[in-house]
């Protein structure tokens, strides 16, 4: 298991930009950070929680969801525990909790939240018009 923590959200006017970051910690023994394929995902109020975003292990592979791609960067430092998002454009239809996730062993798809046992309390992201 794995604490992971959220932060970087806040107030953003349609059009900017910002960068998301999840801290990895109190990783269990015999594993570290990397041991971990990581993802974002979010949630607006009523709605189901969606992929954002994902990331390989070792960081040599991505994927996006459809309204991510062209405008969005995930990336990750292993030395550092901490998983990345940067997102430019931002909509209105971008506001909401965003997640970080992790796994292990990852037996389904990286975009399906099944797939994710370790997740954080999430930060909020608004996006005024």
């Known amino acids: 298991q794995v604490q992971l923590v959220e932060s970087g959200g806040g107030l953003v006017q349609a059009g900017g930009s910002l960068r998301l970051s999840c801290v990895a910690s109190?990783?269990?023994?015999?594993?570290?950070?990397?041991?971990?394929?990581m993802a974002w995902f979010r949630q607006a109020p009523g709605n189901e929680r969606e992929f954002v975003s994902a990331?390989?292990?070792?960081?040599?592979?991505?994927y996006y969801g459809d309204f991510m791609k062209g405008r969005s960067t995930i990336s990750r430092d292993n030395a550092k525990n901490t998983l990345y998002l940067h997102v430019n454009s931002l909509k209105p239809e971008d506001t909401a909790v965003y997640y970080c996730a992790g796994v292990h062993v990852i037996a389904g798809s990286w975009d399906d939240e099944t797939s994710y046992d370790q997740w954080g309390q999430g930060t909020q992201v608004t996006v005024s018009s």
């Open positions: 990331i390989t292990w070792r960081g040599d592979r991505t």
């Open positions: 109190s990783i269990g023994s015999g594993r570290t950070f990397s041991d971990y394929g």
